[in-house]
């Protein structure tokens, strides 16, 4: 059973290395790795931040992934997700994302936003699974991307 616990200080040297998969970062707008320094700034502000908050996921008491939100207006979030590189391929990003999606939501005027690189197939397969509604290509750091949206919430979540 997925269970999800906020990020803690000690979970910062376990996401810069999933943060530095090559998996991920082919999937990420600035795939470019990530440096140490960089990943200890921008983990400290995100803790810190009353608009951010960073769930982990676990098995067993082992992490296997990371769900992310920044509120960017009042009740909308930016969301990122990914799991560990020996936990894909089992199932576990759609059940991780929905509970974290119950732990966010606010109530169902709530909306969810994810930008993601057209070539990522799981992670669309992933949000659209979860009631997230592509809304337009586009593209961001030179890249092109769909932006997905899911405004109410998943059914029984209320």
């Known amino acids: 059973m997925i269970t999800l616990r906020e990020a803690e200080q000690s979970d910062c040297t376990t996401l810069y290395q999933w943060a530095n998969d090559p998996v991920i ?4 707008l600035k795939d470019a790795p990530i440096t140490l320094q960089n990943h200890l700034n921008w983990f400290n502000k995100q803790l810190a931040s ?23 207006d009042l009740n909308t979030y930016e969301l990122d997700t990914h799991l560990s590189p020996c936990s894909r391929g089992y ?16 109530n169902k005027n709530s909306t969810f936003i994810a930008i993601i ?18 809304e337009k290509e586009t593209t961001i750091e030179n890249k ?4 997905y949206i899911r405004k109410e919430a998943l059914d029984g979540e209320h």
């Open 144 to 147: 092109k991307c769909f932006i």
């Open 50 to 72: 009353l608009n951010s908050k960073i769930y982990i996921a676990s098995i067993d008491d082992k992490p296997i992934g990371q769900v992310r939100f920044n509120q960017t």
């Open 25 to 28: 970062r082919s999937c990420a």
């Open 117 to 134: 690189l057209i070539e990522n197939i799981a992670s669309i397969k992933l949000f659209e699974a979860c009631n997230f509604k592509r």
């Open 91 to 106: 199932g576990y990003g759609r059940k991780m994302l929905k509970q974290a999606l119950k732990l966010i939501e606010k």
